[in-house]
């Protein structure tokens, strides 16, 4: 019962291990640029198309994002076709391993 319960409890902390190793920090729900100007609160869609947008712009071939805790979570193309999730800060969009 002991072994059981200790299996259990690994396999459970090894499956919340991916989402602890990843380093990211957010702003939130607003975005801040670099002179002090506030855009103010976005909605979690119009957050997803501005992160989309910018990742886009940076040659990341996306086709969504979203916020994952404190990491973007974007789904990529791949070049041999398919998708890929990929993860991103979301402070200075770059990616995260």
């Not at 729900?29 to 670099?34: A, E, K, L, R």
Request: glycine letters at 10%; proline letters at 3%.
């Amino acid at each position: 019962m002991l072994r059981r319960g200790l299996a259990v409890l690994t396999l459970s902390l090894l499956a919340t291990l991916p989402a602890a190793a990843l380093q990211c920090s957010g702003t939130g729900g607003s975005v801040t640029f670099s002179f002090g100007f506030n855009v103010g609160e976005f909605s979690e869609q119009e957050r997803a198309e501005f992160d989309l947008m910018i990742l886009k712009r940076m040659g990341v071939d996306a086709t969504r994002v979203e916020r994952w805790g404190d990491c973007l979570r974007a789904f990529v193309r791949k070049p041999e076709g398919g998708e890929e999730m990929q993860f991103f800060n979301p402070d200075t969009y770059e990616r995260v391993y």
